[in-house]
Every structure is written in C-alpha cells, then in structure tokens.
C-alpha cells in the first residue's frame, strides 16, 4: 500500500475521523491502564512501608 | 517439577513480575508489526475504501472481550472449587482489562459501523449481547468492590462470572442464530478467510498483540492485588522495603 504523502496517509481516504478515532482512543485506554496499575503499585507500596505505622486491621 | 509451587502468592509474586514484562515488549513488537502490515501493506478495500482499517482492533478486541471473560470465569469457578487463595486474585485482576477491550469493541465498532451501516448504534443481537458482557464485567467489578472480605468478594464474584458464562457462545453465535445487521465471522475454522491475506495477517497478529498485552497488564494487577491482600506478610513488607 502506497499513501503517497503523509496528508493522504491521515486522511484516511475520507474516514480519518472514524479510523484514528478508533487508534486514538484504544492507545489513549491502553496507556491509561498501564498508568494506573503503576500507580497502584507504588500506593501499595508506600502503604506496605508505613506498616508498623498503622492500627491493626487498618487497610 | 511441582507445579503448586506457584499457587502461593509469595512464589508467584516474582514470577508474574517476569512475565508481565516479556509479555509487555512482545506486546509491543507484536503490535508495532500488526499495525505496519495493516496500513502499510494491506490493501484498500473495494467496498469500503479506507474505513474498513478500524477491523485491526475491532476484531481482537472484540476477540479479547470474549476471551478474557471466559477465563476470568475459569479462574473463578477454580478458586470455587479448591479454594485457592491465588485464583480469585487471577479473576479479580482479568476483569478490568477485560471490560476495556469490551468497550473498546463497541466503541471501533460503532466508529465502524456510522461510515458504513450509517448508524452509530443498533440494537441487534451481537451488539447487545456484547453490551451485556460490558456490564457483566461492571457488575463483575462493583459486586467485589461492595464486599469488604477478599474472600467472600471472590466468592459472590465468581458466582456471577459463572452465570454469567451463558453470555459468550450468545455473542459469538447472535450473528447465526438472528438476522443482525453485523456481518458473519469474516474468519472461520470450517471455511477459507473471505478477506485478503494480508488484511488477515495484520488482523493475526494485533489479535496476539491484545493477548500478549492482556497477559502483561492482568499479572501487573494481580501483582498489586497480592501486594494489598498480603499486607500482613513479611514478604509483602520485605518487597516494598527492598524496592524503595
């Protein structure tokens, strides 16, 4: 496949707004996920380095 | 080799953390090259022009949305069978993953199906019964998140998982058993593709991508899970004090 330029490779054939709409959301949520699974770890971890800290039975 | 060697979070904990990151970087390779072979080597479609581009990660997802669910179920119906503390943290981990790849099939799918049906939406049977599965993995998520004890949440949640098992051959099956307006499986074991090799290589390969990413980002949160569950463990405290 042969876009030619980088104009007609964004526009898609006329369905640029369709086509990166899907891209661009799925790697928006992808990197999202990975964003927030790091940042729930570096909370559980903080949180386990406190223990000793916290009240028994305290989450 | 003793296989239960694993089934304590405190052996696995390691082990997930090695795999989720091999898993991640063929993640990335694997979509890297779907992506290369979907835009620049398959072909334009005849009827469709360029809009047809979307079936990159419609398909997978919608693949992974299945998928995922049913082994988020058969992780669950393992930890209500024998108990294992592991299993319901497996489960618990799946399904958010899982509701993302749903969403996402109905989100390229509706992108998808405005240019070309000329609707955003319909309710037929193989898109409702893929909005179903998304409140499924909701429901999934709220019943566990409600239930203070790890161990009871795994329980009524898996309860729901396998309940809601019915649901997968109704979605893959809703474009045979109902006229809808989706089309047939363009891939199929019993016939020969009905698309372009190359469109269908593409396809291949990003559907091993999502798995590889799936496997990746499910043992990434089921690492954090074990981190939480297992606060009152020494090796618990003993990672965090040695990774700060």
Known sequence: MNWGSLENFLAMGGYAFYVWGSYLVTLGLVFAEIVLLMLRKRSALARLRLRGTAAPGER | MNWFKYSSPQSFFPLAGKLAFWFGALAAIACAAGL?????RAPTDAQQ?????????????????????????????WGLAFNTRLSGMMASAIAPTGALFTFLALWTGSLWGKPTWG???????????????????????????????????????????????????IIYFSVKWWNTLHQGASVSLTKAPTVAA??????????????????AAALMRARCIMLE?????EWATDYARASA
């Open chain 2, 198 to 215: 190359a469109m269908l290589t593409a396809m291949a390969v990003m559907a091993f991508g999502f798995w590889f990413y799936s496997i």
């Open chain 2, 229 to 233: 569950r297992e606060r009152a463990s």
């Open chain 2, 119 to 169: 609707t955003w939406w319909v309710w037929d049977a193989r898109l409702t019964s893929e909005l179903i599965l998304l409140f499924l993995y909701f429901g999934f998520m709220a019943l566990q998140a409600a239930i203070d004890d790890p161990r009871r949440a795994d329980k009524a949640g898996a309860v729901l998982a396998l309940v809601g098992v019915v649901n997968i051959p």
């Open chain 2, 49 to 77: 022009g360029e809009a047809y581009r979307i079936i990159f990660i419609h398909v997978p997802a919608a693949w992974m949305s299945m998928f995922l669910y049913l082994v988020m179920a058969f992780w669950a119906a």
């Open chain 2, 36 to 40: 290369y072979i979907g835009f620049f």
